[in-house]
């Protein structure tokens, strides 16, 4: 089935650095990725859209310029955390779309985000 | 614009009883509806989906759903339940649209099973 890699798990950086989170689409062709961020005990919040090869649709209240996203590829897509500081900490989560009759999307495991 | 409905927060239930885990949704057109779980520090896992057809649909660890179109829900339900169901549950909509669409999620379900 389809499956998303998502890296790291896991990661803690310091204030004002900036994080790279990579989710790869291991089997299929994603033509487009979706990111969200989970707040402990929330739900999922959609931060953005974003299909190969153009811009990615933010939604409203993400800042673009802090949460830089890259899908140069039917691969790969990026989320840097730019100047990142604590209020960012958080769980962020990518989803893939394009796998064939996967109409749900495939998820990635996730990654932890801590800045101190 | 979608929405999804959990209104529990948390169910309990025993080990070997049946549970259900409730979902309504709203979307203009034809719904794609799905159910995710979460384990901590996790992504989700899908469960199962329902796009057109029968309206019991069949998925992942004996879990069902059942589409109501006159209700608009989608609620879960396992026959028997397991300790190891405990987990954070999410009821996802999309509409129907040829080209991909954005999930909207509901605020989950914590699943608390006990012996």
């Known amino acids: 089935g389809a499956v998303v890699s998502q890296h790291p798990s896991r990661v803690i950086c310091k204030s004002g650095t900036s994080v790279k989170i990579e989710c790869r689409s291991l089997d299929f062709q994603a033509t487009t990725m979706f990111w969200y961020r989970q707040f402990p005990k929330q739900s999922l919040m959609l931060m953005a859209t974003?299909?190969?090869?153009?811009?990615?649709?933010?939604e409203q209240g993400v800042e673009k310029d802090k949460f830089l996203i890259n899908h140069a590829s039917l691969t790969l897509s990026t989320l840097t955390v730019t100047s990142a500081h604590p209020e960012d900490s958080s769980f962020y989560i990518c989803?893939?779309?394009?796998?064939?009759?996967?109409?749900?999307?495939?998820f990635g495991s996730g990654t932890r985000l801590t800045v101190v | 614009a979608q929405s999804v409905a959990q209104p529990e927060d948390q169910v309990n239930v025993a080990e070997g009883n049946p549970l259900t885990v409730k979902c309504t949704y709203s979307v203009s057109g034809n719904p794609y509806l799905f159910w995710y779980v979460q384990y901590p520090n996790r992504g989700l896992q899908f469960l199962l989906k329902?796009?057109?057809?029968?309206?019991l649909v069949k998925g992942s660890y004996g879990f069902e759903a059942e589409f109501n179109k006159s209700q608009t829900s989608f609620h879960l339900k396992k026959p028997s339940a397991l300790v190891s169901d405990s987990a954070l549950y999410f009821c996802?909509?999309?509409?129907?649209?040829?080209?991909?669409?954005?999930?909207?999620f509901g605020t989950g379900t914590r699943l608390q099973v006990t012996l």
């Open positions: 329902y796009i057109t057809g029968d309206n």
């Open positions: 974003s299909n190969e090869g153009s811009k990615a649709t933010y």
């Open positions: 996802a909509v999309r509409p129907y649209t040829g080209t991909a669409s954005k999930l909207t």
């Open positions: 989803s893939a779309g394009g796998g064939g009759q996967n109409y749900g999307y495939t």
